[in-house]
């Protein structure tokens, strides 16, 4: 599987609580808790839901492998 650009959902909810469908990308709702959007989407019919917290902003992280 290849990369999946979240861009939109970035923008649309940085700093809440998502729960996404098996395809990773459609929101199926939002949440300022993980139970809140958890239980929003078990309200419209989904039973497991992804859950991810969206960022407030992207900081860039370059990190080293092994030491010198």
Do not use: H
């Amino acid at each position: 599987m290849g990369a999946i650009d979240l861009t939109d959902v970035y923008k649309k909810y940085k700093g809440k609580w998502v729960a996404l469908a098996k395809d990773e990308q459609t929101v199926l709702s939002s949440g300022k808790t993980a139970l809140l959007a958890y239980k929003k989407a078990k309200a419209k019919g989904f039973e497991k839901p992804i859950l991810m917290k969206i960022p407030r902003e992207i900081v860039p992280y370059i990190g080293q492998v092994g030491s010198q």
